[in-house]
C-alpha cells in the first residue's frame, strides 16, 4: 500500500537553529499538507500545498515556516529559527484530488524537540 | 477557529464489547466529518468518513453516526479488539473546503482481555 514518508523519525534541534523536515508523498498525490501536534494536544492544520504554490495556511504558519517541494518527489517543512514551543509531532499528508477520505494520507510523523 | 470536541478523555472496554466514542463539532455548516485511528508512534488513519446529508454509514465493523441537530458525531465499534486501542479522532472540514481538516481532542480506547 502506498506510504507517505517522512525523516528524521526524531529530529532534537537548539533554540534558534533552523530545521527542515522532509516528506515523500505518494507518488500521484497531487495535494500536500503539514499539519502538527503538540504532545497531548490536537492534530493542527498548518498549510496546504498545490501546483507549487501554498494554497492556505493557519495562523500558526508565520513568517518562521516556509515549504518547498524542491523536486518531484520531496515536500519540505522548513523552521527558521525555532522556538521552545515548536516541538511537537508534525505531520505531512497527501492526497491525489485534494479531497478527504482514504485517499487524504498521512505519514507518520517526525517527532521535533527543541532545546 | 472551528471547534471539534470530544467527551471522554479515555474509554475502557472488555475485549469483545461495542465502543462509542463520542464527538461534538461547533459549525453547523461543515459538510463533511471524518474518524481517525491514531496508534503510539504514526500518523492518523483513515476510518470512516460521511457526509452532513447522511445520517448513518457503515464500515467493517464501524459505524458513524451524525446527529446534526444537536452537533454531535459518533463511532461504533463492534466487537472491539485488541488490536483497537488507539486514540481516536473527529475532524471536520469547513464548508466548501475539503483542504484541511478541524481535528478534535482525541479518545484514548483502552480495550482490555
Redesign the interface.
Known sequence: EPE?TQTPSHQVTQMGQEVILRCVPISNHL?F?WYRQILG?????LV?FYNNEI??K??IFDDQFSVERPDGSNFTLKIRSTKLEDSAMY?C?SSQL?????G??????TRLTVV | ?ES?GLHLPTLSVQEGDNSIINCAYSNSASD?F?WYKQES??????II?IRSNMDKRQGQRVTVLLNKTVKHLSLQIAATQPGDSAVY?C?E?PPY??????????TKLNVKP
Open positions: 507517505v495535494y499538507y494536544q490536537k492534530v493542527e492544520f496546504s494554497s492556505e493557519s495562523e505531520f499528508a485534494g479531497q478527504g477520505g482514504e487524504y494520507t498521512f505519514g507518520s510523523g | 477557529g471539534v463533511y471524518i508512534g504514526k500518523g492518523p488513519q483513515f468518513d479522532f475532524a472540514t473546503n475539503f483542504n484541511k481538516f478541524y481535528f478534535g481532542s482525541g
